[in-house]
T-cell receptor, first 112, second 114 residues
Framework: GEQVEQLPSSLIVQEGASVLINCSYTDSASVYFPWYKQEPGKRLQFIIDIRSNMERKQTQRLTLLFDKKTKHLSLHITATQPGDSAIYFC???????????FGKGTSLVVHP | ETAVFQTPNYHVTQVGNEVSFNCKQTLGHDTMYWYKQDSKKLLKIMFSYNNKQLIVNETVPRRFSPQSSDKAHLNLRIKSVEPEDSAVYLCASSLRDRGYAEQFFGPGTRLTVL
């Protein structure tokens, strides 16, 4: 079955820094890749997604890049704020069975 | 308010007891999910229902059973809980009719098995 790997497992930065979270998957049948964040004590929240027919998506301070050939995604967060501190999860959904597989998460801590 | 609701928030029980968790979504979605999130925050899908039909049934112990009465409700029953069942159980929903779409998550039910 699908396997999703995220790196790094944790990041600690100063406010204003940019960060990059990498994600790779194994199943070439995966077609949909949403990302979520989980702030301490709060529910998982969708932040951005991309489909396999796209290469790039951007919303405000988030840029998501997708390389179908290498089965790799990267999430770029610019101008980080303490409120960005959370665990970020990459997810891959295989075409047809609608079964999402999540990475182990990247813990981001942004110091003021 | 439109969201995904879960009850209870917490549940503490003894090994061997039966527990039941409830989930309701008021978002008009057609697909609902149960996940297990362990102490390391690892998320594993357990079940998924689309329009009351089971579409994903991962390899979970037989003591776990989902129950769907309608598109808006998906409950989870655990017969004879074990210590390794201690975790946070997350319910989510999405709208599959429009193809692939993001999931909306509930706040979770934290289960502690003594």
């Amino acid at each position: 079955g699908e396997q999703v790997e995220q790196l790094p497992s944790s990041l600690i930065v100063q406010e204003g820094a940019s960060v990059l979270i990498n994600c790779s998957y194994t199943d070439s049948a995966s077609v949909y890749f949403p990302w979520y964040k989980q702030e301490p004590g709060k529910r998982l929240q969708f932040i951005i997604d991309i489909r396999s027919n796209m290469e790039r998506k951007q919303t405000q301070r988030l840029t998501l890049l997708f390389d179908k050939k290498t089965k790799h995604l990267s999430l770029h967060i610019t101008a980080t704020q303490p409120g960005d501190s959370a665990i970020y999860f990459c997810s891959a959904t295989s075409g047809g069975n609608y079964k999402p597989t999540f990475g182990k998460g990247t813990s981001l801590v942004v110091h003021p | 308010e439109t969201a995904v609701f879960q009850t209870p928030n917490y549940h503490v029980t003894q090994v061997g007891n039966e527990v039941s968790f409830n989930c309701k979504q008021t978002l008009g979605h057609d697909t609902m999910y149960w996940y297990k999130q362990d102490s390391k925050k690892l998320l594993k899908i357990m079940f998924s229902y689309n329009n009351k039909q089971l579409i994903v049934n991962e390899t979970v112990p037989r003591r776990f059973s989902p129950q769907s009465s309608d598109k808006a409700h998906l409950n989870l029953r655990i017969k004879s809980v074990e210590p390794e069942d201690s975790a946070v159980y997350l319910c989510a929903s999405s709208l599959r009719d429009r193809g692939y779409a993001e999931q909306f998550f509930g706040p979770g039910t934290r289960l502690t098995v003594l």
